[in-house]
Nanobody, 119 residues
Framework: QVQLVESGGGLVQPGGSLRLSCAAS????????MGWYRQAPGKERELVAQ????????DYADSVKGRFTISRDNVKNTVYLQMNSLKFEDTAVYYC????????????WGQGTPVTVSS
Protein backbone atom coordinates (compact mmCIF):
# COMPACT_ATOMS: atom_id res chain seq x y z
CA GLN A 1 0.00 0.00 0.00
CA VAL A 2 1.00 3.63 -0.34
CA GLN A 3 3.29 4.91 2.38
CA LEU A 4 5.12 8.15 3.01
CA VAL A 5 7.24 7.85 6.12
CA GLU A 6 8.93 10.95 7.47
CA SER A 7 11.91 10.90 9.79
CA GLY A 8 14.59 13.22 11.11
CA GLY A 9 12.56 15.58 13.22
CA GLY A 10 13.47 16.49 16.76
CA LEU A 11 14.58 19.19 19.13
CA VAL A 12 17.18 21.69 17.93
CA GLN A 13 18.52 25.00 19.17
CA PRO A 14 18.03 28.21 17.18
CA GLY A 15 20.62 28.43 14.45
CA GLY A 16 20.92 24.68 14.25
CA SER A 17 20.21 22.28 11.42
CA LEU A 18 18.08 19.23 10.77
CA ARG A 19 17.60 17.01 7.75
CA LEU A 20 14.19 15.50 7.22
CA SER A 21 13.66 12.43 5.07
CA CYS A 22 10.51 11.03 3.53
CA ALA A 23 10.64 7.47 2.24
CA ALA A 24 7.98 6.61 -0.32
CA SER A 25 6.58 3.23 -1.29
CA UNK A 26 3.54 1.76 -2.98
CA UNK A 27 3.43 4.15 -5.93
CA UNK A 28 5.60 5.24 -8.84
CA UNK A 29 7.69 7.84 -7.08
CA UNK A 30 9.27 9.35 -10.18
CA UNK A 31 5.82 10.33 -11.47
CA UNK A 32 5.10 12.42 -8.39
CA UNK A 33 5.92 15.97 -7.53
CA MET A 34 6.87 16.05 -3.88
CA GLY A 35 6.51 18.68 -1.23
CA TRP A 36 7.08 19.46 2.40
CA TYR A 37 4.40 21.21 4.40
CA ARG A 38 4.27 22.23 8.01
CA GLN A 39 1.64 22.98 10.59
CA ALA A 40 2.38 24.94 13.72
CA PRO A 41 0.10 24.79 16.76
CA GLY A 42 -3.04 26.81 16.13
CA LYS A 43 -2.13 27.55 12.54
CA GLU A 44 -3.09 26.18 9.15
CA ARG A 45 -0.89 23.80 7.25
CA GLU A 46 1.39 25.66 4.85
CA LEU A 47 3.65 24.79 1.96
CA VAL A 48 7.34 24.91 2.81
CA ALA A 49 9.00 23.60 -0.34
CA GLN A 50 8.20 21.54 -3.39
CA UNK A 51 10.13 19.80 -6.11
CA UNK A 52 9.19 18.45 -9.51
CA UNK A 53 9.51 14.88 -10.71
CA UNK A 54 13.06 15.10 -11.93
CA UNK A 55 14.31 17.29 -9.14
CA UNK A 56 15.33 20.03 -11.54
CA UNK A 57 12.74 22.56 -10.37
CA UNK A 58 11.93 23.56 -6.82
CA ASP A 59 10.42 26.46 -5.00
CA TYR A 60 10.11 27.64 -1.45
CA ALA A 61 8.00 29.66 0.90
CA ASP A 62 9.50 33.11 1.38
CA SER A 63 10.00 32.39 5.07
CA VAL A 64 12.49 29.58 4.38
CA LYS A 65 14.25 30.74 1.21
CA GLY A 66 18.00 30.62 1.60
CA ARG A 67 17.77 28.40 4.68
CA PHE A 68 15.98 25.24 3.52
CA THR A 69 16.79 22.98 0.58
CA ILE A 70 14.52 20.32 -0.86
CA SER A 71 15.98 17.44 -2.86
CA ARG A 72 15.00 13.98 -3.99
CA ASP A 73 16.60 10.67 -4.84
CA ASN A 74 14.54 8.85 -7.44
CA VAL A 75 16.54 5.66 -6.94
CA LYS A 76 15.94 5.56 -3.20
CA ASN A 77 12.37 6.91 -3.58
CA THR A 78 13.12 9.51 -0.94
CA VAL A 79 12.67 13.24 -0.65
CA TYR A 80 14.71 15.35 1.76
CA LEU A 81 14.46 18.71 3.44
CA GLN A 82 17.71 20.19 4.68
CA MET A 83 16.91 22.88 7.22
CA ASN A 84 19.64 25.28 8.28
CA SER A 85 19.66 28.38 10.47
CA LEU A 86 16.53 27.20 12.21
CA LYS A 87 14.37 29.75 13.99
CA PHE A 88 11.80 29.50 16.77
CA GLU A 89 9.08 30.08 14.19
CA ASP A 90 10.11 26.95 12.28
CA THR A 91 8.63 24.87 15.09
CA ALA A 92 5.89 22.71 13.58
CA VAL A 93 4.94 19.24 12.47
CA TYR A 94 6.43 18.69 9.03
CA TYR A 95 4.54 16.62 6.49
CA CYS A 96 5.60 15.04 3.26
CA UNK A 97 3.18 15.18 0.32
CA UNK A 98 3.19 13.57 -3.08
CA UNK A 99 1.00 14.49 -6.04
CA UNK A 100 0.82 12.58 -9.30
CA UNK A 101 2.07 14.88 -12.06
CA UNK A 102 -0.12 13.09 -14.63
CA UNK A 103 -3.29 12.86 -12.57
CA UNK A 104 -3.40 15.49 -9.80
CA UNK A 105 -6.30 13.72 -8.13
CA UNK A 106 -3.81 11.32 -6.60
CA UNK A 107 -2.34 12.99 -3.52
CA UNK A 108 -0.67 11.23 -0.62
CA TRP A 109 0.41 12.51 2.78
CA GLY A 110 2.77 11.23 5.40
CA GLN A 111 2.02 11.15 9.11
CA GLY A 112 4.35 14.00 9.93
CA THR A 113 7.48 14.48 11.99
CA PRO A 114 7.71 17.14 14.71
CA VAL A 115 10.41 19.79 14.70
CA THR A 116 10.92 21.91 17.79
CA VAL A 117 13.30 24.84 17.79
CA SER A 118 14.02 25.83 21.35
CA SER A 119 16.86 27.04 23.50
Amino acid sequence: QVQLVESGGGLVQPGGSLRLSCAASGFTFINYAMGWYRQAPGKERELVAQINRSGAVSDYADSVKGRFTISRDNVKNTVYLQMNSLKFEDTAVYYCRGQDSWDPRFVYWGQGTPVTVSS
